[in-house]
């Protein structure tokens, strides 16, 4: 099937993938009194006296703004919002389809930092979370790290932390599968943009100690000159041997390959150069870092991208939807690390450890037990670490 040529079609005909849609009946004079005036006046004045309870009498709780400025949208770069507008609903409709969570695409004509975060946070006490999304590197960093300042619901860069979620699951089953040990690897990251970051981070959160992070410019290392803040701080906390040198020369003797960069930039030899066993997760898209046959024709022994005709795909969506249902399950204030983990470790665990293969690593997106795997995790771990302003049993309660 020709999917562009479909899309055009499809989406002409749609006009919008999301529809908002009324729950109030709205046939007669009681109706109208209920849902509108004079009846409202009584939540408006509740609200008033306590702003957390519009959790309760508005869709706030389970609402999530999905925020671009267009400058990274998929693989087709600075593009605008309104361009970005397609991939945001899609978004929305995977929210809803997912999780049964409502968003909302919000896609601002700005490029400036503090006129995005000003923006969101004007906005904010409309929704329950921040989804950002397909916003540019460094830029994104500095988005997520003031809004997460200002606002006591959850902001979440899906293509950072999603993305670094469902590589961190892929990844703990692989290593089992290879019999290593996290602590115990050296793995090479090729790209320090949103993705590659957020990897690197996690992955060192659970354990992971000998990672060299790679851009255009070669292994990046503490002094190198030209880079972003946010490539000196990832420098600092990588690269504890300081190599320098191309992804061609630092790669040898490593367990695993991490790829968030550009198609084609992996080669068999670079496979071959590899420690026994690799594990490569070539997440470039549409066009990896390295095709699945190839790397596995020099060596590889489990391989993982980010398409869906080929096994262990790393799907984003696997993540964020659980997630996002389990924080405002339990209205977060934040989603943090420890909650980031606990998605990473329910996904990877609904692959029994006797189903584990070279290409069964990881869970489909279409399997009915990951969200509501990943939003218990979720929503336990921010009650754990005091992210929660209630308990699970709170949100069924106040369902009934």
């Known amino acids: 099937m020709d999917y562009s040529q479909k899309a055009l079609q499809m989406h002409r005909q749609w006009q919008g993938k999301i529809r908002v849609n009324t729950v109030c009946p709205l046939g007669n004079k009681d109706d109208l009194s209920v849902a509108y005036t004079p009846g409202v006046a009584a939540p408006c004045l509740e609200i008033a006296k306590d702003t957390e309870k519009s959790y309760d009498y508005t869709r706030r709780g389970n609402l999530v703004a999905v925020v671009t400025d267009g400058t990274a949208v998929l693989g087709l770069g600075d593009i605008g919002p309104e361009a970005g507008m ?11 389809a997912f999780a049964g969570i409502d968003a909302f695409p919000l896609c601002i004509r700005s490029k400036e930092v503090d006129e995005i975060v000003r923006t969101v946070e004007l906005l904010a006490g409309s929704f329950g979370g921040i989804n950002l999304e397909d916003i540019a590197a460094p830029r994104c960093f500095e988005i997520e790290r003031k809004l997460k300042e200002r606002l006591d619901i959850p902001v979440f860069h899906d293509d950072q932390h999603g993305t670094a979620v469902v590589t961190v699951s892929a990844m703990l089953n692989a290593l089992k599968v290879v019999g290593k040990e996290l602590s115990q690897v050296s793995a090479v990251v090729n790209g320090a943009g949103a993705a590659g970051t957020a990897c690197t981070r996690l992955l060192m959160a659970l354990g992971l100690r000998d990672v060299v992070v790679c851009d255009k410019a070669g292994a990046l290392y503490e002094g190198m000159p030209g880079l972003t803040e946010a490539q000196a701080e990832l420098a600092k906390a990588t690269n504890r041997e300081k190599k320098q040198g191309t992804l061609a020369q630092v790669i040898g003797g490593a367990d695993v390959f991490l790829g968030f960069s550009a198609p084609n930039c992996l080669t068999g030899e670079m496979v ?29 022994r489990v391989v993982g991208t980010g398409r869906s005709d080929y096994p262990n795909q790393i799907n984003n969506v696997l993540a964020f939807p659980g997630i996002f249902r389990g924080a405002l399950d339990v209205r977060a204030r934040e989603i943090n690390d420890e909650m980031k983990v606990a998605a990473a470790k329910a996904i990877a665990g609904l692959i029994p450890e006797e189903e584990l293969r070279e290409d069964h690593i990881i869970p489909s997106a279409f399997c009915k037990d990951v969200v509501p795997a990943v939003a218990k995790a979720v929503a336990e771990a921010a009650q754990k670490t005091g992210m929660a302003r209630r308990n699970a049993a709170s949100r069924e309660e106040s369902l009934t």
């Open 86 to 96: 397609p991939v945001m609903e899609g978004k929305c409709a995977l929210f809803q």
């Open 272 to 300: 071959k150069a590899m420690g026994k066993d690799p594990v490569i997760f070539a997440c470039a898209n549409p066009t990896p870092e390295i095709f699945p046959e190839e790397a596995l024709a020099a060596g590889a």
